[in-house]
């Protein structure tokens, strides 16, 4: 049997075995921003895309290559993009400070 | 040097190890910060920074792609140019959705995220494969690649077009209740032994890039078929069961073209969308084959309608609620779809530090099935600045409800009924927060209209409940106001 088939679907097991352990201490609360991120990580399926592009020699390989730039484009950056964009609501902000700034004159 | 034979990374046939070595390791350094990333999202305080790990790993995986076809020199000047003008163009579009979505839309984004992942995916046997096939003195196509290039189609290509139809329907462009396709399970039925016979014909031998292509078509069918006859309230399970998908196709498409990094990242994503699957799948005691075969209201538990829940119920009005609100302990929110549907997350946060400020406790009871996706209410409230340890998940919560004053249901129906507690009805067994264990539960809702599961509320009925019947939004600004001329607060 082919050896790098049985080192490939090794790591993929090994790594299906991390995630579910990483992946299982994510709270509730950020299960949200869990699936964008996911979402994120698979977009490295635009090095696919990269490699394909590097063995087209006609146009049903650049076709195929442009479209799947273009997916691969869209899901990486819009993913980690919009990941980001949730995490941030979910730090904390420093507290309302302006307020107790303005009524330190009209209390006196 | 010789055409690349098996893969194209082609790590075996390259005349340079050592680079090509240094490339494996650095997707190994990649794929590390995902998994990193991940872990650092165990905490809503460090989790930005587990995303921006994972980004900057991303980064190193392509910048070292770029490097290694550089450096194998096969691509050609168009090549390049696809690359240069797609990815361009699919960041753009990415980089536009993602700063303009709002929070409300974010399950639709994710399902077209997925379904780009998953399509891309498809796309990358496709194209390996018509290449493969090209080469006329290969005699056949390793087992091993047309193995993985038929499932990488099939998942990638039910994922591309599933999640396309899912986006629809969460957009509204596509009915939300289930649409039955006359017939659609037996032509899945069908397109499956056809997709299995083009399997076994691409097996035996014939390098039939035609075939893999008939296969993708079959499968783009397949994916329409599946998910049309889902209904709105499954939309959760759906979107998770759809992104573990696109996980296996990305790591398909990494067997495929012999890519330890798509291997590791497709497999982290199998798991994390088969966990959510899982959780949500749970939390309305549903099987996911069932909900796949069909959605809520299609079943025959229908007509199994739970006995005098159609009973009195009382009707209160702003002041009464805010005279109650006011003068409670405890208060706690029941935030539902509705809320959201109405944009009113502001509005209860403005309710809720009016509350607290005059010293009532206040926290928010969320379902795992709140929303549109999993953990979609908890964006929807951090959005409007609810600090996130106010919000309790159901196991958290449940203990409270005998100790809270005042259970506030805002747009949530079949999550808050008890008749779940009793067997025989459409949503028994699904687990539910206790409210009406709470001194005293109020509704916020336009109608007496039923929920997804199509039965009545027996919450509604129960004496200790009053309903205000309103528009979440206008209703939580009326109780607002009206708290604050009642207690006189500025």
């Known amino acids: 049997m082919d050896t790098s088939l049985i080192t490939d679907v090794t790591i993929f097991v090994l790594s299906l075995l991390v995630g579910f352990e990483v992946i299982s201490k994510v709270p509730q609360t950020l299960h949200t921003p869990l699936m964008s991120a996911a979402n994120s990580i698979h977009g490295v399926v635009i090095v696919g895309a990269f490699l394909i592009a590097s063995t087209a020699h006609d146009a049903v390989g650049y076709v195929l290559a442009f479209i799947a730039a273009v997916f691969a484009g869209m899901n990486v950056v819009g993913g980690y993009t919009v990941t980001d964009r949730m995490l941030q609501m979910f730090q904390h902000r420093p507290a309302p400070a302006p307020k107790d700034a303005s009524t330190d004159g009209s209390h006196s | ?204 031998g014939a ?143 403005e309710l809720a530090d009016l509350l607290e400020k005059r010293g009532v406790e206040v926290s928010y009871a969320i379902h795992p099935v709140a929303g549109r996706m999993p953990g979609h209410m908890n964006v929807l409230l951090a959005e409007a600045e609810v600090p996130y340890q106010e919000l309790k998940t159901m196991e958290e919560i449940n203990p409270e409800f005998p100790r809270a004053d005042v259970a506030l249901v805002i747009g949530a129906n079949d999550v808050t009924n008890p008749a779940a507690r009793r067997p025989g009805n459409a949503v028994s067994g699904m687990p539910i927060l206790d409210v009406d264990k709470a001194k005293s539960i109020i509704v916020i809702k336009r109608s007496m209209g039923h929920g997804y599961a199509g039965i009545d509320n027996e919450l509604y009925a129960d004496p200790k409940t009053g309903m205000f019947f309103a528009d979440a939004q206008v209703g939580l600004r009326a109780i607002t106001a009206a708290v604050k001329t009642l207690v006189g607060v500025d």
């Open chain 2, 207 to 349: 390098n039939s890039d035609l075939t893999l292509i008939g296969i993708a078509i079959a499968s783009l069918v397949m994916g329409v078929i599946m998910v049309m006859p889902i209904g709105g309230a499954d939309m959760p399970v759906v979107i998770s069961l759809l992104n573990a998908f696109t996980g296996t196709a990305v790591a398909m498409a990494g067997f495929v073209i012999n890519s330890l990094g798509l291997i590791i990242a497709g497999a982290l994503v199998g798991a994390s969308g088969s966990i959510l699957t899982k959780l949500m799948a749970d939390a309305m005691n549903r099987s996911i084959l069932n909900i796949v075969a069909g959605g809520f209201g299609t079943g025959d538990t229908a007509s199994v309608i739970g006995a005098g829940a159609t009973g009195q119920v009382r009707s209160v009005g702003a002041d009464d609620v805010a005279i109650q609100l006011a003068y409670a302990q405890k208060v706690i929110i029941v935030p539902g779809y509705g809320l959201a549907a109405a944009h009113a997350q502001h509005s209860v946060k």
């Open chain 2, 1 to 204: 040097m010789a055409p690349l034979t098996a893969s194209v990374l082609g790590n075996l046939v390259s005349p340079s190890y050592a680079f090509d070595d240094a490339i494996t390791l650095i997707l190994l350094l990649a794929a590390t910060c995902f998994v990193l990333g991940l872990h650092l999202m165990n905490a809503p305080p460090t989790a930005d920074t587990g995303n921006r790990l994972s980004a900057l790993g991303m980064t190193v995986a392509v910048a070292s792609t770029i490097a290694l076809i550089a450096h194998d020199g096969t691509i050609t000047t168009t090549g390049w140019l696809m690359l240069a003008v797609g990815g361009v163009l699919g960041s753009g579009i990415g980089l536009y959705l993602a700063r303009s979505v709002e929070m409300t839309a974010m399950p639709q984004l994710v399902s077209l995220f997925n379904a780009v992942g998953g399509g891309a995916a498809a796309l990358v046997a496709i194209a390996d494969f018509v290449r493969l096939a090209g080469i006329t003195h290969e005699p056949t196509i390793a087992a091993r690649i047309s193995v993985t290039s038929v499932l990488d189609v099939v998942i990638g290509a039910v994922t591309l077009s599933g999640s396309i139809v899912a986006a629809g329907k969460l957009q509204g462009m596509i009915s939300s209740n289930p649409v039955v396709i006359p017939g659609g399970r037996y032509l899945n039925v069908v397109l499956g032994l056809g997709v299995c016979a083009g399997t076994g014909y691409i097996l035996s």
